[in-house]
């Protein structure tokens, strides 16, 4: 499978502890972007990197959420001190270079409980 | 702030029926306009769209960009029951990123 792989599928935590997701991109990919998605909504942008570099964090995401791509593969995504209001599918996604389409993985489903 | 509007939020159609979904946008340094289809996981892509009047086909389903009206639609014809599923519209920035509309959501009717 060649398309982008996301780890663990599923999570469910208890509030206040701290939550790692990692995502694996299409290889050749240099864009890798996160976003989260609720019930009943698209999905909205968390941030994004260019090979290792983190060119964008939106300004809806708290200090507890960092996110890292070392190396410019892998990207992992980070969750301190969670929060019941975290519960969300946590998407990534990656494209060729900026302007073409990105192409998503199955998502990882956050429960906190 | 960057905006992208989805309408309807939900249609319920039967076998065999046309659908068009609207998608329209308010976004700076425009890029291309991106549809997306998800069932029940992650979207899945559809079309890139990026020239005015260029409609994109593909099987029963096909597209077109309005860049002065800011808005685009998606057609399906014949529908389904396989078409039922959230239909994501998101506009590219210059950077890359994607600004996604809250969905359609479809539901074929057999």
């Known amino acids: 499978d060649t398309g982008v792989s996301q780890n663990p599928r599923h999570k469910i935590t208890k509030r206040g502890q701290n939550v790692t997701f990692r995502c694996d991109p299409i290889?050749?990919?240099?864009?890798l972007y996160w976003y989260r998605q609720t019930l009943g909504q698209g999905p909205e942008f968390l941030t994004y990197?260019?090979?290792?570099?983190?060119?964008?964090k939106s300004r809806l995401l708290s200090d507890r959420f960092s996110a890292e791509r070392p190396k410019g593969s892998f990207s992992t995504l980070e969750i301190q001190r969670t929060e019941q209001g975290d519960s969300a599918m946590y998407l990534c996604a990656s494209s060729l270079v900026q302007n073409t389409e990105a192409f998503f993985g199955q998502g990882t489903r956050l429960t906190v409980v | 702030e960057d905006k992208v509007v989805q309408s309807p939020l939900s249609l319920v159609v039967h076998e065999g029926d046309t659908v068009t979904l609207n998608c329209s946008y308010e976004v700076t340094n425009f890029r291309s306009l991106l549809w997306y289809k998800q069932e029940k996981k992650a979207p899945t892509f559809l079309f890139m769209l990026?020239?005015?009047?260029i409609e994109k086909k593909s099987g029963r389903l096909s597209s077109i960009l309005d860049k002065k009206e800011l808005f685009s639609i998606l057609n399906i014809t014949a529908t389904q029951t396989g078409d039922s599923a959230i239909y994501l519209c998101?506009?590219?920035?210059?950077?890359?990123?994607?600004?996604f509309g809250q969905g359609t959501t479809l539901q074929v009717k057999p």
């Open positions: 290889s050749e990919h240099n864009r």
């Open positions: 990197f260019q090979n290792e570099a983190q060119l964008e």
């Open positions: 998101a506009v590219s920035k210059d950077t890359g990123k994607l600004i």
């Open positions: 990026t020239s005015s009047g």
